[in-house]
């Protein structure tokens, strides 16, 4: 396995730069991998591949306005803070811009982007790590939610109007650095039909961290290190996915997020409550355990999710799929087009 098979070619003009509306008119790939078929349809026909008993797998974890923008206290220069995830009280691990020269003791002064009142934290870096993260203290972190901008992806150069588009619409538990982008094709129309279907809802949490922003580097993918993403998965949830697992009802994970921490909590077919941090990789030859079906955006070249997609329903089928995709116009990655594999 080398990091060139999941390569592909993609036309900057297919990169979708803007979101759809209505959030479930953008168009849906079908594959099916038993039979090989590809079908082309539009989201708000999903209700169409579900049936009564089967049950979607939500990720509701909310994107954290991540972005911190100021200047050196040393020499003013401007600066930027990407935050990863919270490891303790004001204490969190970070990406900073421009960063190798941003070494443990240098503090950043981020002042208030909406007021005048002089409001300002102090972020200093208090240790440097391998992978070009840094540990970062803040001084106050009451103020991160007022201070920070919602990141978008670097490959979306448009602003969005409103950052909410850029949240599912079942967005609850704090905590992500990007938004699970399978899931922003859902309406709420359509949550309303699935569920008069009999389709169940089931939500869990997975923070999406630092790769979804970092590319594979290393020739052999299995050498690549996956960052660990904090989820939790109730006994509610786990009771309904064991009983549709049970009753040969389909388990439809909305999202690679998803698919992660469902199948990290699954031991032997069995899924069970969870709660701490994921690490799993999901690569070719993996042995799925509960997902029976998932839906997801089309990935990045050489990126992990365009791996675990692979891995799901065969990298020749898959790079069929995103060819045919990009021969007929599908948008791409975050606010692009939906897949649906099953």
Same mark, same amino acid.
């Given at each position: 396995?080398?990091?060139?098979?999941?390569?592909?070619?993609?036309?900057?003009?297919?990169?979708?730069?803007?979101?759809?509306?209505?959030?479930?008119?953008?168009?849906?790939?079908?594959?099916?991998?038993?039979?090989?078929?590809?079908? !082309?349809? @539009?989201?708000?026909?999903?209700?169409?591949?579900?049936?009564?008993?089967?049950?979607?797998?939500?990720?509701?974890?909310?994107?954290?306005?991540?972005?911190?923008?100021?200047?050196?206290?040393?020499?003013?220069?401007?600066?930027?803070?990407?935050?990863?995830?919270?490891?303790?009280?004001?204490? =969190?691990?970070?990406?900073?811009?421009?960063?190798?020269? +941003? $070494?443990?003791?240098?503090?950043?002064?981020?002042?208030?982007?909406?007021?005048?009142?002089?409001?300002?934290?102090?972020?200093?870096?208090?240790?440097?790590?391998?992978?070009?993260?840094?540990?970062?203290?803040?001084?106050?972190?009451?103020?991160?939610?007022?201070?920070?901008?919602?990141?978008?992806?670097?490959?979306? !150069? +448009?602003?969005?109007?409103?950052?909410?588009?850029?949240?599912?619409?079942?967005?609850?538990?704090?905590?992500?650095?990007?938004?699970? $982008?399978?899931?922003?094709?859902?309406?709420?129309?359509?949550?309303?039909?699935?569920?008069?279907?009999?389709?169940?809802?089931?939500?869990?949490?997975?923070?999406?961290?630092?790769?979804?922003?970092?590319?594979?580097?290393?020739?052999?993918?299995?050498?690549?290190?996956? !960052?660990?993403?904090?989820?939790?998965?109730?006994?509610?949830?786990?009771?309904?996915?064991?009983?549709?697992?049970?009753?040969?009802?389909?388990? +439809?994970? +909305?999202?690679?997020? $998803?698919?992660?921490?469902?199948?990290?909590?699954?031991?032997?077919? $069995?899924?069970?409550?969870?709660?701490? =941090?994921?690490?799993?990789?999901?690569?070719?030859? @993996?042995?799925?355990?509960?997902?029976?079906?998932?839906?997801?955006?089309?990935?990045?070249p050489r990126s992990t999710l365009l791996m675990l997609v692979s891995a799901f329903a065969g990298k020749d089928f898959i790079l069929h799929a995103y060819e045919q995709a990009?021969?007929?116009? @599908?948008?791409? @990655?975050?606010?692009?087009?939906?897949?649906?594999?099953?």
């Amino acid at each position: 396995m080398n990091i060139s098979d999941f390569d592909y070619h993609l036309p900057p003009e297919l990169i979708a730069q803007t979101p759809v509306e209505p959030r479930d008119h953008s168009r849906l790939m079908t594959l099916n991998r038993a039979s090989g078929s590809i079908g !082309h349809h @539009y989201f708000h026909e999903l209700t169409d591949y579900l049936c009564s008993g089967d049950t979607l797998v939500f990720n509701n974890s909310r994107v954290i306005p991540a972005r911190l923008s100021g200047q050196r206290s040393d020499s003013g220069a401007k600066a930027e803070i990407l935050l990863l995830r919270r490891l303790d009280s004001c204490i =969190w691990e970070a990406l900073v811009r421009p960063g190798k020269k +941003v $070494t443990t003791g240098v503090k950043i002064d981020i002042p208030s982007r909406v007021t005048d009142d002089g409001r300002v934290i102090v972020a200093e870096v208090i240790e440097q790590g391998d992978d070009g993260t840094r540990i970062i203290r803040f001084s106050d972190e009451s103020l991160l939610e007022e201070l920070g901008e919602t990141p978008l992806p670097p490959y979306i !150069h +448009v602003p969005l109007i409103e950052s909410e588009r850029y949240q599912t619409i079942y967005a609850k538990t704090k905590g992500s650095v990007a938004a699970p $982008t399978a899931g922003l094709h859902f309406a709420p129309e359509l949550l309303n039909k699935l569920e008069q279907k009999g389709v169940k809802l089931a939500f869990v949490t997975l923070h999406i961290g630092l790769d979804s922003f970092r590319p594979v580097r290393v020739n052999d993918p299995s050498h690549h290190p996956i !960052h660990k993403e904090y989820g939790e998965l109730s006994t509610e949830t786990a009771d309904l996915l064991g009983k549709a697992n049970r009753d040969g009802r389909k388990i +439809v994970a +909305v999202g690679t997020s $998803t698919v992660r921490l469902i199948e990290a909590a699954a031991q032997d077919s $069995t899924i069970r409550p969870f709660s701490g =941090w994921v690490d799993l990789f999901i690569l070719p030859d @993996y042995k799925f355990r509960i997902t029976d079906a998932m839906i997801t955006n089309f990935h990045l070249p050489r990126s992990t999710l365009l791996m675990l997609v692979s891995a799901f329903a065969g990298k020749d089928f898959i790079l069929h799929a995103y060819e045919q995709a990009k021969n007929l116009g @599908y948008r791409f @990655y975050s606010f692009g087009d939906a897949m649906l594999i099953r």
